[in-house]
């Protein structure tokens, strides 16, 4: 029986952005959404089961505060008692609603910095604990439990290409890795302290005070399902104009929510500019950004250098990262007794 376990996830970066949520249920999207798993960004998350005691959560060396995790723990136990084969494998545990989690989880890239570290903690945190007390469970169960954490972590459950339909409790995936091996992810990296708002305020804030909300949800079935007939052609330039308008409409309710949600800096600013006048040179490099100052540039491998030529001349100061597209939850062999 293993009362330990390490799972390792990567973000999910949304080529189409989710960013709203129903009101009736937990972090049920408002909006659909087209991902990308980022294969060579990992968070990597060490669970360990303790029968009493508190849970504990540590990212990067830092206690979190147990109310951000309360509803993903509360929900994690009562998966637990309605599982058959956590009651097989803990048989002797009088109450599996006691079970706690001491959590140690660190990423490889920054955290809270508009990178989506959220989609691959909690998706990380799902695998661990479910690994930890020796649950059997689908790839659908831990995407339904890390969406109670955070809305795209349904998505980094999986690998390849991701949806997650408005309404929908799980996410499901598109396409394998193998779909689309040319496609690349350059981060361009202009701020690493934490963002002034999390994602989940910013959201909120947007949804209950940003008059251009109603419009960015009617307009946002319509994206993804252009970016889903781009995905399934391989066709970088449709794609990143779905990816495009996204992004920006998105950042549309942010700027017009009261008061008014910007993430953007001036170095954001260039890094958009330069992907404009490469694409004005025929060259793939379509930007996207989420609740943070980072700035994605979609484009191909026979294209990833030209981008970070360009992008350092404009910003000699921004750090880059590149991803693949990534795989799904990933375990390392760890138990003890």
């Not at 399902?225 to 950042?251: C, H, K, P, T, W």
Request: with cysteine; charged share 20%.
């Amino acid at each position: 029986m293993n009362r330990r376990a390490i799972c390792i996830a990567s973000p999910s970066l949304a080529l189409v952005k989710y960013w709203g949520k129903q009101p009736d249920g937990v972090n049920i999207p408002a909006t659909s959404s087209l991902a990308v798993s980022l294969g060579g960004l990992d968070t990597m998350t060490m669970c360990e089961v303790n029968e009493g005691g508190r849970d504990r959560v540590e990212i990067d060396g830092e206690v979190q505060p147990e109310s951000r995790f309360a509803l993903f723990f509360e929900n994690l136990r009562s998966f637990m008692c309605r599982t058959l084969e956590f009651s097989e494998t803990l048989s002797h545990t009088k109450d599996p609603a006691a079970l706690r989690f001491e959590v140690t989880s660190s990423n490889n890239f920054p955290t809270a910095a508009g990178i989506a570290s959220s989609s691959s903690g909690f998706a990380a945190l799902a695998g661990a604990c479910a690994a930890a007390v020796g649950l059997s469970s689908t790839e659908d169960e831990l995407s339904a439990l890390a969406r109670v954490g955070s809305g795209s972590a349904a998505r980094s459950v999986f690998g390849g290409f991701v949806g997650l339909s408005a309404g929908a409790m799980h996410a499901r995936q598109l396409y394998p890795p193998q779909h689309w091996p040319q496609l690349r992810v350059l981060i361009v990296v202009v701020r690493r302290e934490q963002k002034p708002w999390t994602s989940r305020d910013a959201m909120e804030s947007s949804r209950n005070s940003s008059p251009f909300y109603p419009a960015w949800v009617d307009s946002s079935e319509r994206e993804y399902e252009q970016g889903v007939a781009a995905l399934e052609r391989r066709d970088i330039n449709a794609l990143g104009e779905a990816a495009r308008r996204s992004y920006l409409r998105m950042f549309g309710t942010m700027l017009s929510a009261d008061p008014p949600i910007l993430y953007w800096t001036p170095q954001s600013v260039e890094v958009i500019r330069a992907a404009a006048e490469l694409r004005s040179h025929g060259i793939a490099a379509w930007e996207t950004m989420d609740a943070g100052p980072q700035v994605k540039i979609i484009t191909l491998s026979s294209d990833l250098e030209a981008v970070r030529k360009l992008v350092a001349q404009a910003v000699p100061a921004a750090e880059f990262l590149v991803a693949v597209p990534g795989s799904g939850l990933r375990y390392e062999p760890e138990t003890a007794s």
